[in-house]
């Protein structure tokens, strides 16, 4: 009998077994001298079906209880989860019995566990590893999200969690395959960088319930997903979407966290279930074989935090291979396996696969259920996070620039792996608990300021080898880290320095804004001895009153400062002797403008903004609100929006309450208060000579005491017609075209209008109206949720309130508060738009203002005490890291210290295919005389992850249905070296990384 015919077919007869028989798997099905990789995986059969039980724990990186509270296996009555007592039991299971495997994913639990074992199980483990028999999967410090992360922080975080596998347990640890298995949704730019670290495929286990059911039903589970359409095959990825999420069949989790009857095998029992499991066991199998296209099923034996008991759940594996074997061996090859091995299998089938271009956001689990709040929940979190990967660039670029001793790797490791962390699923998500996002904040804070004390110490280092004055003593460099809020106590009540430093690979001029008093003060550039032109502008009295803002400046000071790439510049600011407000100007007009636009106030309290140069071009903005929908979740149409989905009870309401605003102008910003009501207000800025907008908002405390829960949205209504399509970044880099109500892979049916129509905006919302040649974009600096419901119209959602969970785990409502009150928020959206006409020009100052937004100029401040303090301030007032201007669709992506004194360089081209005539051509440079501070004596080309030379790449190849093969190992262009030159070519949105020998510079 064939494999397929099997599927009619089940067992019907018992086998009886004698009493206390161990069950024991015969060594002879493990392919001869196994090693790690492809080669330690157990034969398939072509003419049987194929069951591989992959034996795995799904351990969340904090979620319902800190990273500390699951790795320790405290506070047991949240969750039983210890990550200890897991890899200690599963590496005990797996010396007992080498039939037996076991995969691994989460590198950061891997890691906390490897410090604390003696040598004796260090080697128990490498020997394990070795013979493939334990597998890392994924091999990022965390399983990250998708919707709300970075790509910059993706790939740092996979490239050091692929680093602390490769330093402890060598190339048989590199991970094959991506382990996507419980984030909420999957985004392209996550299967491209998989692609681009050298990956096979990947595994992912929630797509959208509609979804599903068809791909169920035309066998289209698993498929090739083009990455990008600017990488062409080297971003194809084969995926494989499982057919339980991450579950085992219903009724086989054996583990000690779960209620599934044992395995009893005891014919003298009353209990004896062998017969009965094995044919139920069976049933599900041959189920699942019919949503797929070869002969091999792949079942995910394990769940949250299973194996603390390693010994029961593999002991009822043993008995399962063994009587299904017993009974049906013939039609029948059933082993532990791993998602390495069942890849190579299906490979092996050498058949031609659909594709997918899109992603697969949004997605929903029911028809009321769409997890699309969670792209907003906890937005103070998101910007912290933020902030977080802006100064671990910057920390990395100033120890490479400025040749740090390796005794600071240790500072930078914590804000590496805290950064890590905050990718997890549960973490930037906003969906843990309260007092988990308070572990979080902390975790991330002591390591910025780790990170805070590597950057001023890399800063003094540079002012000390550029001064005359070698023996000066270091400067007290301090950082603010509520400037987002107005405070800083080293600048508001005494005269100070400024060293700020700007981690972008091109000169930026951008805006100043430090809190003082309403005292008149000069600012001075050092570098040419000049006068600054600067203004005093009050901070709003609701970012005044924000609670626990513990800071007393009522004004800011701003000025433009024009800053190096990968360098600095330092200013001199005093408060001056007499009284002036000469460039605070007094006005009675209710609007604002400069060259570009004009900004005002109408009726009903909305901003009114019309291009100068446009013509046809207008918009809106306005705040509004939905009312959380409040049920009992018991059945779909009672869903509540909680933190991970948005249920809106209905259309989104305005808010009636009195407007008011004052208007502000002088020589540098323009500037509107205006307050909507007594916990929403906003500032619009207009810079001179600066072609965008700013608008910084403010929101909170959300008010609850009329028991509803509320989702606090912006609008821009603007004048283009859109034609019911918008676009969004995925993961910050390559933009995806939305329709509204419409999926470009099945026939959506939308129970949930507003819901089913958000989508990420990890970066960037942008309208195109293709007649009148008019785009519009809002730039974030955070990650939020976004649609357009109506043409012309973006909307964002910012901050969020509800008074119910959603019943989807976290056991708690998204009620965040602070200070006895709830959560104020503060944020900022740079409003982009104007003629494509000359498109160059437009799309490289949004890319920009994207990247300033990302990395944005960093600000050290030393307090003035004497004149003295100034003086060492005169010969290094600046410097730039790179000696020679790179072409502007070429952006310094990672420049970082790595291993043995070598330095990790990533290049990045920032431009798609098409997107503009000349910039989004190939761009070749020289590299070899690019930095100002060392000298590049040898260069090496690794793939994405710094894991594996470039020429040791070795992916599968698949066919897709197209007959288009998949160069899985076409290689970037090859370097250029000669005696004068390393040339590089880079090609639209190509990520190139390198491993470099330095030395010094000696002029």
């Given amino acids: 009998m064939t494999w397929s015919g099997f599927l009619i077919a089940l067992l019907s007869s018992a086998v009886l077994l004698a009493h206390g028989q161990a069950a024991s798997i015969p060594r002879e099905t493990i392919v001869e001298g196994e090693t790690c990789g492809y080669q330690a995986c157990y034969k398939v059969d072509p003419t ?138 999957h985004s392209r730019e996550q299967a491209s960088i998989f692609a681009q670290l050298g990956f096979d495929g990947m595994f992912f286990g929630r797509l959208d319930y509609q979804d599903k059911v068809k791909r169920l039903s035309n066998k289209t589970m698993e498929f090739i997903w083009k990455g990008s359409p600017n990488l062409g095959s080297r971003a194809d990825l084969f995926t494989v979407a499982l057919y339980n999420n991450y579950s085992p069949p219903p009724g086989f989790c054996f583990d000690i966290l779960c209620q599934d009857d044992p395995i009893i095998d005891d014919p003298n ?34 769940g949250d935090f299973t194996y603390q008991y390693a010994e029961m759940y593999f002991d009822n594996m043993d008995k399962l291979i063994r009587y299904v074997r017993e009974l049906k061996g013939t039609e029948v090859n059933i082993f532990y396996s791993t998602p390495s091995c069942y890849l190579k299998a299906v490979n092996d089938a050498n058949l031609s696969w659909s594709t997918k271009t899109d992603d697969f956001f949004p997605y929903a689990s029911d028809p009321h259920a769409y997890w699309t709040g969670y792209f907003s929940s906890r937005p103070t979190v998101k910007f912290f996070e933020r902030m977080g990967n802006n100064l671990l660039q910057i920390s990395k670029q100033l120890a490479v620039l400025t040749g740090l001793s390796e005794n600071y790797e240790e500072q930078l490791t914590h804000l590496r792996e805290a950064m890590g962390v905050m990718q997890h699923h549960d973490a930037v ?85 430090l809190p003082v008093q309403n005292t008149p003060y000069m600012v001075e550039d050092i570098s040419n001895d000049s006068t600054i032109v600067s203004q005093l502008v009050p901070i709003p009295e609701a970012v005044q009153e924000i609670p626990g803002r513990e800071g007393t400046a009522t004004h800011e000071l701003v000025f433009l400062a024009t800053i190096p ?96 605003y004052k208007i502000h102008k002088g020589p540098v910003v323009k500037e509107i208060h205006l307050t909507i009501n007594d916990w929403i207000s906003q500032v619009i800025r207009i810079y001179n000579a600066k072609n965008y907008i700013e608008f910084d908002w403010l929101v909170g405390p959300i008010p ?58 990890t970066a960037k919302i942008s309208l195109k109206d293709e007649e009148k040649l008019l785009k519009l974009s809002v730039l974030t600096d955070r990650a939020e949720g976004g649609t357009s419901m109506r043409d012309g119209e973006i909307e964002l959602m910012l901050h969020r309130r509800l008074l119910r969970d959603d019943a989807f785990g976290v056991g708690e409502a998204l009620n965040e508060t602070a200070y006895g009150e709830g959560l104020v928020v503060r944020g900022s959206h740079y409003l982009v738009g104007g ?30 005490t004497t004149e003295s303090n100034t003086e060492n301030y005169v010969s290094t007032s600046q410097g730039s890291g790179l000696a020679k201007r790179l072409p502007p669709n070429v952006h310094i992506l990672t420049l970082e210290p790595w291993k043995d004194g070598t330095i990790l360089l990533r290049l990045e081209h920032i431009f798609e295919i098409g997107e503009t005539e000349h910039l989004s051509k190939p761009t070749e440079i020289n590299i070899k005389d690019l930095f100002s501070t060392f000298t590049i004596l040898s260069i090496k080309e690794t793939t994405l992850g710094g894991n594996q030379w470039m020429e040791e790449m070795d992916r599968m190849k698949w066919e897709a249905e197209t007959n288009d093969i998949l160069q899985a190992n076409e290689t970037a262009t090859p370097i250029e070296i000669n005696e004068d030159a390393i040339n590089i070519l880079l090609k639209p949105m190509e990520i190139r990384t390198f491993i470099l020998k330095t030395a010094p510079r000696e002029d």
């Fill in 835 to 864: 003629s494509i006409k000359n498109l160059d020009e437009f799309v490289l100052k949004e890319k920009s203002l994207a990247l300033q937004m990302l990395l944005r100029p960093w600000t050290f401040i030393t307090p003035i």
């Fill in 704 to 761: 609850v005491k009329d028991k509803i829960g509320k989702e606090i949205i912006t609008k821009y209504h603007s004048s283009l017609n859109s034609n019911q399509e918008f676009y969004t970044d995925s993961n910050g880099r390559e933009m995806l075209k939305r329709t509204r109500n419409y999926r470009p892979t099945w026939n959506v049916k939308l129970e949930e209008e507003i819901s089913g129509n958000y989508y990420p905006v």
């Fill in 429 to 513: 998500t906003g969906t843990e608990k309260q007092e988990v996002a308070f572990d979080y904040s902390r975790l991330l804070y002591d390591a910025m300021q780790r990170g805070v004390g590597v950057a001023s110490d890399a800063l003094n280092k540079w002012n000390k080898n550029a001064s005359e004055d070698k023996k000066q003593p270091p400067r007290d460099m301090n950082s603010c880290m509520q400037l987002n809020i107005s405070s800083c106590p080293y600048t508001e009540n005494q005269n100070f320095m400024l060293t700020i430093y700007n981690p972008l690979s091109q000169a930026v001029t951008t805006p100043i804004r």
């Fill in 48 to 185: 049987k079906l194929n069951i591989h039980l992959v034996a795995h724990s799904h351990d969340d990186v904090g979620w319902l209880k800190t990273v500390d509270q699951y790795y320790f296996g405290s506070r047991t009555r949240i969750q039983s989860a210890g990550v200890q007592y897991i890899l200690d039991s599963v590496i005990q299971a797996l010396l007992a019995k080498p039939e037996r495997k076991f995969m691994y994913v989460e590198t950061s639990f891997l890691w906390k566990w490897w410090l604390r074992q003696n040598d004796r199980v260090k080697q128990d483990v490498k020997n394990l590893i070795n013979e493939g028999r334990l597998e890392i999967v994924g091999g990022g410090w965390s399983m990250n999200d998708e919707a709300v992360t970075h790509y910059h922080s993706v790939v740092d975080q996979f490239t050091w969690g692929f680093r602390r596998l490769n330093d402890t347990f060598g190339s048989c640890a590199k991970p094959h395959v991506g382990w996507q298995i419980d984030p909420f949704g």
């Fill in 269 to 302: 029992s009353p209990d004896y279930n062998v017969d009965k499991k094995i044919d139920s066991f069976l049933q599900y199998v041959v189920q699942q074989s019919k949503a797929y296209r070869t002969n091999n099923v792949i079942l995910t034996m394990g």
């Fill in 565 to 660: 790439p990968l360098g600095f510049k330092s200013f001199k600011v005093t408060q001056k002797s007499h009284n002036g407000h000469e460039n605070q100007l007094k006005v009675d007009e209710n609007f604002i403008l400069n060259e570009f636009h004009n900004v005002s106030i109408n009726a009903d309290g909305q901003v009114v903004v019309t291009w100068r140069k446009e013509k046809n071009m207008n918009l809106t903005q306005s705040f509004h609100y939905y009312e959380g929908m409040e049920g009992n979740n018991k059945v779909f149409e009672n869903r509540s929006s909680g933190a991970y989905i948005f249920r809106p009870r209905s259309i989104s309401k305005d808010f009636a309450n009195l407007k008011q």
